[in-house]
């Protein structure tokens, strides 16, 4: 069982930045892949970013690449996602999500608004 509390959302201007921080409980953190997904409003949940279990591949959303990061540390059981030069279509609901066998997520956090104006 694993629990995923997301925090760092906001609202910034475009261009701006922001990081955002999972937290998991749970002692077997460390055999999940992790992912970052978003939902806009009308929109459907779209994927944003993964990283594998060690850490040591990662995959992005098209519309993300060259500006967000993931990233984890298993020891504080943490994913990450620095976001970078955001843009008004950014602005969604963020999700953190664990899954034992991709592309099935397992545990999903509550989500964290950003909001980022033009």
């Known amino acids: 069982q694993v629990q995923l509390v997301e925090s760092g959302g906001g609202l910034v201007q475009a261009g701006g930045s922001l990081r955002l921080s999972c937290a998991a409980s749970g002692r077997t953190f460390s055999i999940y892949d992790m992912g970052w997904f978003r939902q806009a409003p009308g929109k459907e949940r779209e994927f944003v970013a993964r990283?594998?279990?060690?850490?040591?591949?990662?995959s992005y959303a098209d519309f993300v690449k060259g500006r967000f990061t993931i990233s984890r540390d298993n020891a504080k059981k943490m994913v990450y996602l620095q976001m970078n030069s955001l843009k008004p279509d950014d602005t969604a609901v963020y999700y953190c999500?664990?899954?034992?066998?991709?592309?099935?997520?397992?545990?999903w956090g509550q989500g964290t608004q950003v909001t980022v104006s033009s």
């Open positions: 999500a664990a899954a034992r066998n991709i592309p099935s997520y397992d545990y």
């Open positions: 990283i594998s279990r060690s850490g040591g591949s990662t």
